[in-house]
Structures are given as C-alpha cells and as structure tokens.
C-alpha cells in the first residue's frame, strides 16, 4: 500500500497495513492480499452447513422434494369457505378477479391473491336524528318490531326545513343491505359503506321533506314520504354504484321543534275538531236531507191522491145527480118526498133527538122551549 492515500494524513491511529478499517484484509475479514473471499468457497459452506442440519443421505433431489412439497403447501393454502350468507370476491394483486358463493372455493394464497368477504343477507339499521343504544338495536332486531327512538338526540341531523319555511324534527330509520348482484361495487367503489348510506338518507329526507308543508307531513302525507325518501336513495346510490339496497324507511317520530311543541298540538287539536265536526255536519246532512225529499215526496203522493179522490167523488156525485133527474122527470112527486127523507136521514142519523107526544093527549103540555135533554133519565142514550 502506499503512504500518500488519502487516510495517511489522519491523525488517527493506524495499524501495520495503513488501512482504514483497522484491521488487515480489509471489510471482508481475513483474506490473502485484502481480495474478498471467493464465491465458490461461500456456496460451499453453505451447502455443508446445510448437511450438518438434514439428514445423512439429503442431496440435491431431497432439497427439490422439499420445495415442491412447500410449493404445494402454499398453494393449498388458497382454499376458503364462503358461509350461506356470504359472497366472496377473489383478488389477484389487488385487482378483482370474480365472485364466489356459498360453499369451498378457491384463489391463489397470498401475497399474489386475496379474498373479501361480505354478507350480503344481513339487513344493517342507519338511525338518523338519534343515536340508539347498541342494545336497544339487538333488541329490536330480535324481536322484529319497530320502537319509538331512544337515546341520544341528534338534533343538527333531525331538524330539517319543510316546503312553507317551517322546521320539523324528523326521525327515521333506514334499513339496508348489500346488494347480492353488485358485491363488488360496495367493496370498492365507496369507502365508508355505513357513512355514505346515512349521508343519502339523510339528504333524501331533506329534500323530500322540503318540498312538502308541515301540517301535511304531521298528519296526512307523512305515509307519503316513506317511500318518496326510499326511491330517492335507491336512485342515489345506483349513482354512486354504492352496491346497496334500500329495503325500508320508517318515520319513527315526526314533531315540531321542541320550543314551539305545544303550540303545534293546540293547532293540530284544534284542526282534529274542526274535521270531526264537518264530519258530523256532513253526517247530520246526509241523514236530514233524504227525510226531507222523502217527506216531500209523500206529501205530493198524498195531495195526488186526495186531488183524484176529489175529482172522483166530484164525477160520482154528478153521475148519481144525473141518474136522480131521470129519475125526477119520470115521478116528480115521490122523487121529491124520497130526496126529503133521505136528507133528513142524512141530517138528524147523527144527532141525538127527543120525540114529543099530541099536546093534546095525557101527559101533555111541555113547553117547548125548555132544555129537554137534561131531563132526559137515561143519559148518553138515544131516545
């Protein structure tokens, strides 16, 4: 080595060889001339320490055995169960390759390949404008039915602004699950499922309830904007390519703000009383008014008849007065005598009458204009 190298003016310490790393052969340990040791020699000790660890008698074809069996085992570690309520989606560098359904499949293990699998018949619940305690959830999860919100209120999420600039506190809940046709899409077109689907809902409501007055969406339409608000997210997240499938929304409560709470059930009461009572009008009417026309109706039948029983009676007295002048022009006289009886018939049947004897007989001499009847001994009966 020569004396002039660039480390010869270091103030350092130095060893025989004047080299830098302090020891001679230079980095490579030991060696002839600072020369690193041959390649050969290195494969060499490696294959003999090789030996030393396997068995007497494992040579080169042992060793291919070896990796061939650990091939094997890589490869047969790409099997995977899908469950019934799955779908999995094969992954080959990252890139999706296809889907697999319930039951054994296969995909090259990793690192080349990769499954995700998504349950696709599971139906998630997005509660907007109130927070639900986990427990409530699976509660109402395994009974099937549908509560009252309880929890946390959330109200930069429920007060929403109606079409007649009113505000409303709306709470509903969204329920949803992955489509099983497009997996992939809710794999990898959006990033946080849950998020995305609560943001649509949450959009959707405003925007159906801000086209829709408040009286309505308290009372009469408020069935109306169930389905309304679903369309609209389905039609959404197809936009998206979301991979999700809207089954239900339901209004679990839809008030008015609580400041002005009362005031809004007076005006609903007040308006409940106000339909009940045109109801009842509207009742009274339909009672009253066919009574009414059917009265009518009987009082013209009635003066019908009595106008044909007039003008009947009317031709059969002038048929008898014509038959009674025929009658007269043949015998005058009887016919005269037979009119005056039976006029008086006509006129004294009905009356009750006092016979008087001759004055000139016994027993006479009864003044006439005395008041007879009182002294009549049997009262009430015809004398």
């Known amino acids: 080595m020569r004396d002039d190298m660039p480390w010869s003016d270091q103030g350092g310490p130095r060893n025989q060889n004047n080299n830098p790393w302090g020891q001679p052969g230079g980095p490579w340990g030991q060696g002839s001339g600072g020369q690193p040791p041959d390649l050969e020699e290195m494969l060499r000790r490696s294959q003999e320490g090789l030996k030393k660890v396997l068995p007497s008698g494992f040579g080169g074809r042992g060793l291919a055995i070896l990796v061939l069996v650990a091939v094997l085992a890589w490869l047969l570690s790409?099997?995977?169960?899908?469950?019934?309520?799955?779908?999995?989606?094969?992954?080959?560098?990252?890139?999706?390759?296809?889907?697999?359904?319930?039951?054994?499949?296969?995909?090259?293990?990793?690192?080349?390949?990769?499954?995700?699998?998504?349950?696709?018949?599971?139906?998630?619940?997005?509660?907007?404008?109130?927070?639900?305690?986990?427990?409530?959830?699976?509660?109402?999860?395994?009974?099937?039915?549908?509560?009252?919100?309880?929890g946390p209120e959330a109200p930069e999420e429920s007060l929403m602004l109606t079409g007649d600039e009113n505000i409303a506190d709306v709470k509903f809940r969204v329920i949803w699950q992955i489509d099983p046709a497009k997996p992939e899409d809710y794999a990898f077109n959006v990033a946080n499922q849950p998020g995305t689907v609560k943001a649509v809902a949450e959009s959707a409501m405003r925007e159906i309830v801000g086209q829709t007055q408040i009286q309505k969406i308290l009372t009469a339409d408020r069935k109306l904007i169930e389905p309304a608000s679903q369309a609209l997210m389905q039609k959404v997240l197809e936009d998206y390519h979301a991979g999700v499938l809207v089954l239900q929304v339901l209004l679990l409560s839809v008030d008015p703000p609580q400041q002005v709470i009362a005031a809004f059930r007076d005006v609903t009461a007040a308006q409940q009383d106000l339909q009940r009572l045109g109801n009842e009008a509207e009742a009274y009417a339909n009672r009253?008014?066919?009574?009414?026309?059917?009265?009518?109706?009987?009082?013209?039948?009635?003066?019908?008849?009595?106008?044909?029983?007039?003008?009947?009676?009317?031709?059969?007295?002038?048929?008898?007065?014509?038959?009674?002048?025929?009658?007269?022009?043949?015998?005058p006289t009887i016919t005269r005598q037979r009119l005056y009886l039976e006029t008086m018939e006509r006129v004294l049947g009905g009356s009750e009458k006092i016979i008087l004897d001759d004055p000139s007989k016994a027993g006479g001499g009864v003044t006439p204009f005395v008041p007879l009847p009182a002294f009549t001994p049997f009262q009430g009966g015809r004398k």
Not at 82 to 93: D, K
Not at 119 to 133: M, Q
């Open 78 to 150: 790409g099997l995977y169960t899908v469950g019934p309520n799955e779908i999995g989606l094969n992954l080959i560098f990252g890139k999706y390759m296809g889907k697999t359904q319930a039951g054994l499949n296969y995909n090259l293990p990793g690192p080349i390949g990769s499954v995700v699998k998504l349950a696709v018949t599971d139906r998630n619940i997005t509660d907007v404008g109130f927070r639900e305690e986990p427990s409530v959830v699976s509660e109402g999860r395994r009974r099937g039915s549908v509560s009252a919100p309880r």
């Open 288 to 331: 009253v008014v066919p009574e009414a026309r059917g009265g009518a109706a009987r009082i013209l039948q009635e003066a019908e008849a009595y106008r044909e029983q007039i003008v009947a009676e009317a031709r059969g007295q002038a048929s008898r007065f014509e038959q009674i002048y025929a009658q007269y022009k043949n015998a």
